[in-house]
């Protein structure tokens, strides 16, 4: 098979975590005789310094035209640090997912039982924990009117959904529980927010539509302090793009780094597929960086993508193995050898 894959490094340890991937991916593509393409383009705060835009139109172009989108991440401390600056790379991340249609944002969270105990919560409350959270990305505050008023002493974001954007992650919510354990638990804030009380009655008038799946209702507090306490009770949850970008990242440290948990956002033109890190600048060009959660992305997309699931199977399998054999960056190595971001994926590449 040809594989046509665009190749967003974007900023920080980007592009030393995709360029393991890359090296994952290509040794999975010769061992079962694909043809990769990787076409490289700009994003983020690199793109803002080539050209002044972070999400350029020939960057858009090249997505557009790709099966597939393997991204690492974006941000720099002088946008972070500067709260007055009027090109962000951020809003680069926002354009893409508005223009390539991201509308949902697939964040699976799950455990390694080699690194069981290097999770912050105590192991019997979160043995047996695989919960994906689905994130509406397109709507919602980070794309509602926004703006400063009375010289600048009064901000508002405004928090709009229509009832289309609710049902389209809702269907895909049902869908992903019906292959699963036939849960789907809805996140919202209905007691307050009138957004959350349309999201709610859209949800219960599709549940005729798959009488096969126990759906529940939970507001995103309660469900925040569920996930500290019991994880493992979740299956498939469905929630709004601001609830979502917090709860993904409170779920992701479950299994004991950042540095681990892959995603994916389906898109209506292509989908894209990242680790949940973000940029981490402070480790730039240290190659110290994990790589497994841009590596387990790209599994994710051999499957999600191409319907390649015996690939997806092996680049899993291998990077379980590094862990219990112990090749591992910094942030897990504890008092043992820690490897360098490059030589893990030489190592995953080697055993595949």
Same mark, same amino acid.
């Given at each position: %098979?040809?594989?046509?894959?665009?190749?967003?490094?974007?900023?920080?340890?980007?592009?030393?975590?995709?360029?393991?991937?890359?090296?994952?991916?290509?040794?999975?593509?010769?061992?079962?005789?694909?043809?990769?393409?990787?076409?490289?383009?700009?994003?983020?705060?690199?793109?803002?310094?080539?050209?002044?835009?972070?999400?350029?139109?020939? @960057?858009?172009?090249?997505?557009?035209?790709?099966?597939?989108?393997?991204?690492?991440?974006?941000?720099?401390?002088?946008?972070?640090?500067?709260?007055?600056?009027?090109?962000?790379?951020?809003?680069?991340?926002?354009?893409?997912?508005?223009?390539?249609?991201?509308?949902?944002?697939?964040?699976?969270?799950?455990?390694?039982?080699?690194?069981?105990?290097?999770?912050?919560?105590?192991?019997?409350?979160?043995?047996?924990?695989?919960?994906?959270?689905?994130?509406?990305?397109?709507?919602?505050?980070?794309?509602?009117?926004?703006?400063?008023?009375?010289?600048?002493?009064?901000?508002?974001?405004?928090?709009?959904?229509?009832?289309?954007?609710?049902?389209?992650?809702?269907?895909?919510?049902?869908? %992903?529980?019906?292959?699963?354990?036939?849960?789907?638990?809805?996140?919202?804030?209905?007691?307050?927010?009138?957004?959350?009380?349309?999201?709610?009655?859209?949800?219960?008038? %599709?549940?005729?539509?798959?009488?096969?799946?126990?759906?529940?209702?939970?507001?995103?507090?309660?469900?925040?302090?569920?996930?500290?306490?019991?994880?493992?009770?979740?299956?498939?949850?469905?929630?709004?793009?601001?609830?979502?970008?917090?709860?993904?990242?409170?779920?992701?440290?479950?299994?004991?780094?950042?540095?681990?948990?892959?995603?994916?956002?389906?898109?209506?033109?292509?989908?894209?597929?990242?680790?949940?890190?973000?940029?981490?600048?402070?480790?730039?060009?240290?190659?110290?960086?994990?790589?497994?959660?841009?590596?387990?992305?790209?599994?994710?997309?051999?499957?999600?993508?191409?319907?390649?699931?015996?690939?997806?199977?092996?680049?899993?399998?291998?990077?379980?193995?590094?862990?219990?054999?112990?090749?591992? @960056?910094?942030?897990?190595?504890?008092?043992?050898?820690?490897?360098?971001?490059?030589?893990?994926?030489?190592?995953?590449?080697?055993?595949?």
């Amino acid at each position: %098979m040809k594989l046509n894959i665009a190749l967003l490094a974007g900023d920080g340890i980007g592009p030393e975590v995709i360029d393991q991937a890359v090296k994952v991916s290509n040794a999975v593509a010769q061992k079962f005789n694909h043809e990769i393409v990787w076409t490289s383009a700009l994003t983020g705060a690199c793109a803002i310094d080539a050209v002044g835009e972070p999400y350029p139109d020939a @960057t858009h172009d090249i997505c557009m035209a790709a099966d597939a989108v393997l991204f690492g991440a974006i941000g720099h401390p002088r946008y972070d640090n500067d709260p007055k600056a009027t090109v962000r790379p951020e809003q680069g991340l926002l354009k893409m997912r508005k223009k390539l249609g991201l509308f949902a944002n697939v964040r699976p969270t799950f455990t390694f039982p080699s690194l069981i105990d290097n999770s912050p919560l105590k192991r019997e409350r979160i043995e047996g924990t695989d919960l994906i959270i689905l994130r509406e990305l397109t709507g919602g505050i980070y794309f509602g009117e926004r703006g400063r008023k009375d010289d600048g002493n009064t901000a508002f974001d405004t928090c709009t959904y229509t009832r289309e954007e609710v049902q389209r992650l809702a269907k895909l919510g049902f869908e %992903m529980a019906m292959t699963r354990s036939k849960r789907l638990c809805c996140v919202d804030k209905a007691n307050v927010l009138e957004t959350s009380r349309l999201w709610r009655e859209t949800v219960q008038d %599709m549940e005729k539509d798959f009488p096969e799946v126990t759906v529940s209702y939970e507001f995103v507090d309660a469900v925040a302090m569920r996930l500290v306490q019991w994880p493992n009770s979740y299956d498939v949850l469905i929630t709004e793009n601001l609830f979502g970008d917090i709860l993904t990242d409170e779920a992701s440290v479950i299994s004991g780094s950042m540095g681990l948990m892959p995603s994916a956002s389906i898109g209506v033109h292509t989908s894209l597929f990242e680790p949940i890190h973000g940029s981490y600048p402070q480790a730039a060009g240290k190659d110290i960086a994990n790589p497994l959660a841009t590596v387990l992305s790209a599994a994710m997309m051999f499957e999600d993508a191409f319907g390649l699931k015996e690939e997806a199977e092996l680049i899993r399998a291998v990077v379980n193995k590094s862990l219990a054999e112990g090749i591992v @960056t910094e942030d897990l190595s504890g008092k043992n050898k820690a490897y360098k971001t490059s030589e893990v994926g030489d190592w995953l590449a080697k055993n595949i």
